[in-house]
């Protein structure tokens, strides 16, 4: 099990990053949130198996069909297992 936390610049708000972060999150069992920051960035927490969050690192590198990504910021942190799914917070 792993989490990490990671900002996602570039053309990220306006174009379903939250939603379908989402949905990708929840369709490999990962738990956490993601959410718009003020600054034009999308912030993310990742709590799962290994393998799931690098399948989600990969997607978030490119994001849905709209989005542009330009930089991802990715941090390992220590597992809490605090999460009971994955939201998005607004």
């Not at 570039?10 to 990053?17: A, L």
């Not at 929840?26 to 393998?51: I, M, P, Q, S």
């Not at 069909?65 to 942190?77: N, Q, W």
């Amino acid at each position: 099990m792993k989490r990490i936390h990671i900002f996602i610049s570039g053309r990220v708000h306006g174009v379903c990053f939250r939603a379908e972060t989402w949905y990708y999150a929840r369709d490999l069992n990962l738990k956490g949130w993601v959410r718009n920051l003020r600054d034009g960035r999308v912030e993310a927490v990742f709590e799962g198996k290994e393998d799931n969050i690098y399948q989600m690192i990969g997607w978030c590198k490119k994001g849905p069909p709209l989005a542009s990504v330009t930089d991802i910021e990715i941090i390992e942190e220590p597992l809490i297992g605090k999460f009971t799914d994955f939201t998005v917070r607004y």
